[in-house]
């Protein structure tokens, strides 16, 4: 299994919703990341867990709330969001920090 | 800080060869990657190269890295319209976690 899983695919939620991204690996890795992209832009860096451990944080406003249950998940809380927080939530993952990352399919978000 | 530039675009027949191209900064750069990305969808690793080398070929795709110019490249042959998509090269130190990517080259083949 080399595959990187996150529901939902879509999501449209309003400026007062809370609401989770979740993203899911089998592969045994131990590194996993969560990525913001704009249309026609590289991914950004939100946030690494390194062992479950939050490693590296970019500044990310409070209104995101990472959180790694376990080894083999990763969840994003949104709340209070903007809308222009709009854009594809992508997670990855490595076997450690400097190995190659996998990346998922990714969340498309939609704010209103 | 570090520093990925890469060409917008590309535009290529079909059966021909292409070569996306990148440049970075970073003298510290150990890991290199390209991946592809297709419309609406997450990223997909095709290949990387470590730093000590000078060529990396898997099937179709051949990276060259010049590491004295900083700069790397990724040449598909028999390009098809499957290959149409965004590629981006990334970067990363041997001790972190980040990736540095590049803004992407769209990549459109012709019939």
């Known amino acids: 299994d080399t595959e990187v899983t996150q529901t939902p695919k879509h999501l449209v939620m309003g400026m007062t919703n809370k609401k989770s991204l979740k993203c899911e690996q089998h592969?045994?890795?131990?590194?996993m990341y969560w990525y913001k992209q704009k249309a026609k832009k590289p991914p950004e860096l939100m946030f690494v867990?390194?062992?479950?451990?939050?490693?590296i944080n970019e500044s990310v406003p409070s209104r995101f709330s990472p959180e790694c249950p376990n080894s083999s998940l990763l969840n994003l809380h949104l709340h209070a969001l903007q809308p222009e927080d709009s854009a594809l939530y992508l997670c990855?993952?490595?076997?450690?920090?400097?190995?190659?990352?996998?990346f998922g399919p990714g969340t498309r978000l939609t704010v209103t | 800080g570090e520093d990925v530039e890469q060409s917008l675009f590309l535009s290529v027949r079909e059966g021909d060869s292409s070569v996306i191209n990148c440049t970075y900064t970073?003298?510290?750069?150990?890991?290199l990657y390209w991946y592809k990305q297709e419309p609406g969808a997450g990223l997909q690793l095709l290949t990387y190269?470590?730093?000590?080398?000078d060529m990396k070929q898997d099937q179709r795709l051949t990276v060259l890295l010049n590491k004295k110019d900083k700069h790397l490249s990724l040449r598909i042959a028999d390009t098809q319209t499957g290959d149409s998509a965004i590629y981006f090269c990334?970067?990363?130190?041997?001790?972190?976690?980040?990736?540095?990517f590049g803004g992407g080259t769209r990549v459109l083949v012709k019939p």
């Open positions: 990855a993952s490595s076997r450690q920090g400097a190995d190659e990352q996998y």
């Open positions: 592969m045994g890795h131990r590194a």
């Open positions: 867990y390194s062992y479950e451990k939050l490693s």
């Open positions: 970073d003298s510290s750069s150990t890991y």
């Open positions: 190269i470590f730093s000590n080398m």
């Open positions: 990334a970067e990363s130190e041997a001790a972190g976690n980040k990736l540095t």
